[in-house]
C-alpha cells in the first residue's frame, strides 16, 4: 500500500471522450505516456462527469458535491469561497497544494484552497456567459459553440490552446523540479489542468499525420435527422447554429482527426511531466490520478461537444496509479464527484465526518476490489437547456429525467449507442420507477429550476452594473517574483547554487 501522506500528482484534461478510454486509451491513439501509465493504474471504465460543462464539473470535481450543492450551474455561475474542496481538504492536513492550469473558476476567489496557482486561466472569470431561462431557444452567438470548430478543423502549429497548454506543462515541470529540492518538507498536491483535446479540433502536422490513415475517423452512429431528435438533442443542435453550417462527411472526418491528434499532443505534455517526476526521484511516493472534466459527442448522433448525459459526452477517462495498489479494471460506475473523498482518504482525512455533505464516495475500496458504490448521479442547467436535466447510471441501466422533456431510459449492455428509449417499455416499469425515485431524492426538480433561474436574473443585474464604468477583472494574475528568482545580490552566490540542485553529490 502507499505510505502515509502521500504526494498527489492530478493530470486533468479537457473534454476527453470516456468511451475513446474502456480500459486506458483506446488501441488505435497514439498515446504511449497515457497507455504506460494505465498499465499500472486502476481504470474506472465506467467513470462519469458530475455535469457536462467545464465550469460545473470542475466545481463538482473539487468539491464532491453536485451542482445542486455548489450552485455553480453553468460556466457563468460563481464557485462561492465557503465552499470546501479537496485542495481546502489537503492545505488543512499539512499539504502544500498548487494549480498549473484551468479550473474554470468564476468569481473573485481564483484560488479555492491551492496555496498557488502557476498560470492563469484560458476562460473569462466573469459573469459574461450567463445563459437565460426567461429567453428558451436564444443563441447567444459571441460565446456559444457553433460548428465553426468541425468546418473549421485542420493542421496549425500554434494555437490559442497550444500556447495555453506549452505554458501549463513548463510551469508543471518547474514546479516538480522545485519540490524535489527539498526545500519544504510538507506533502504535496499538485494539480496540472490542459485545455486539451477540447475542440477547436485543430492540430500540430506531427500529431495530425498520426491519424492520416485511423479507422476511427467516422462516427459509430450517424447523423441523426432533427426532426428525429430527442427534445434536449434538438436544442443543442440549435444552440450549435446547427442550419448555418453544411456539415459534410470530410469535416467530420477532419474534426476527429483533429481531436485525436491533440490528445496525442496532451499524452507528450503528460510524458514530459512523468518523466520529470521519475527523475526527481518523487515517483515512488507519488499517487498520480488522470481524469477529464466531461467528454465530446465527435459526430456521433449528429451531435457534437458536451451539454448531455449521451455516453460520448459524460463518460470521462478516470485511473489512478497508487503505490502499492495492484493495477486494474473496475467496470462499477463512479463518478469525478469521488475523487475528493479519495484523494482525501489517501492523505489520512475522514471526509465522512469533516464534510458528511459530500455526493462522492472514496475510490480506494473499489481499487482494492474490497466494497462498491452506489448509484452515480449527474445534472444539468447550463446552455442548451430551458429547465435543469438529472440523471443516473445505476448498474447497466441510466435515467435522463426533466420537467420539459420525456424521460430517457437505456440499457447500456443491451444498447450501448443508446438508440432504444425503454421508459414506456411495461418490461422495464419497475426498473424506470426505482431509478425515477433515487433521481429525485436528492431534490425537487421544480426547486431546482426554480433556484437556477434566480441565480441566472441576480447574475444579469451584477454583470451589466460591473461592466458599467471602471472594471476590474477577476481574472488570475500570476505572480512572478523575478527579484527573486536566479541570481540576485542579497544571495549568496555559493548557497544558490548548492541549494538548487537537485539531485546532490553525484
Known sequence: MVQSRPNILILMVDQFNGTLFPDGPAEFLHAPHLKALAKRSVRFANSYTASPLCAPARASFMSGQ?????????NAAEFSSDIPTFAHHLRAAGYQTSLSGKMHFVGPDQLHGFEERLTTDIYPADFGWTPDYTKPGERIDWWYHN????????????????????????HANRRLYDLSRGQDDRPWCLTVSFTHPHDPYVARRKYWDLYDDCP????????????????????????CDH??????DENIRSARQGYFANISYVDDKIGEILDVLERTRMANNTVILFVSDHGDMLGER????????????????????VPGVEPRLVMQPVSTLDVTPTVAGLAGIDISTLAPWTDG????PLA????????????YAAEGSIAPLVGIRDGKFKLTLCDVDPPILVDLDADPQELVNLADDPAHAEVFAQLKSKALARGDLSRFDAAVRESQARRHVVYAALRNGAYFPWDYQPLQKASERYMRNHMDL????????????E
Not at 368 to 379: D, Q
Not at 494 to 505: A, D, H, K, T, V
Request: glycine content about 10%.
Open 66 to 74: 453536485l451542482p445542486s450543492r455548489t450552485r455553480v450551474y453553468d
Open 302 to 321: 449528429g451531435l457534437w461537444f458536451k451539454m448531455n448525459f449521451f455516453e460520448g459526452s459524460a463518460r470521462v477517462p478516470l485511473m489512478m496509479c
Open 368 to 379: 482494492t476490489a474490497t466494497g462498491g458504490r452506489g448509484p452515480v448521479p449527474m445534472e
Open 361 to 364: 464516495e472514496d475510490l480506494m
Open 243 to 248: 442550419t448555418a453550417f453544411a456539415i459534410t
Open 494 to 505: 555559493n548557497i544558490l547554487e548548492e541549494s538548487q540542485r537537485f539531485p546532490r553529490g
Open 216 to 239: 476511427e475517423l467516422s462516427p459509430t452512429v450517424g447523423p441523426i435527422a432533427y426532426v428525429d431528435q430527442d427534445p434536449h438533442s434538438k436544442r443543442l443542435m440549435d444552440a
Open 147 to 170: 460548428l465553426g470548430s468541425v468546418t473549421g478543423a485542420g493542421v496549425a502549429e500554434i494555437t490559442n490552446q497550444m500556447e495555453y497548454d506549452d505554458e501549463v506543462a513548463y
